[in-house]
């Protein structure tokens, strides 16, 4: 593993901010809105908000919006990371 592994390891050491990114990773092909993310992890929306800005910020996640809704997707930030397989 590389040294910035380890940066990617703190990052999702928290146990709702991991739940989400696995969630979102395992729904590469669905669209997953914020909403979604709020009834998955029984957060309120401004927690999940907050997880998904940092998870953003990391180069973890693509947010996008149409409309009135956020969506998110889940971007690889390394090649070989193991946290993609």
Not at 12 to 35: A, D, M, P, Q, W
Not at 71 to 76: I, N
Request: proline fraction near 2%.
């Amino acid at each position: 593993m590389k040294n910035s592994c380890c940066h990617c390891f703190k990052l999702l050491s928290s146990k709702s901010r991991f739940r989400i990114f696995e969630f979102l990773k395992g729904c590469r092909t669905k669209k997953v809105n914020v909403n979604d993310l709020v009834k998955l992890s029984s957060l309120r929306q401004p927690t999940v908000s907050f997880h998904l800005k940092k998870l953003k910020d990391n180069g973890f996640l693509k947010k996008y919006k149409k409309g009135r809704e956020v969506y998110c997707q889940v971007c690889q930030k390394c090649v070989d990371c193991p946290l993609f397989k």
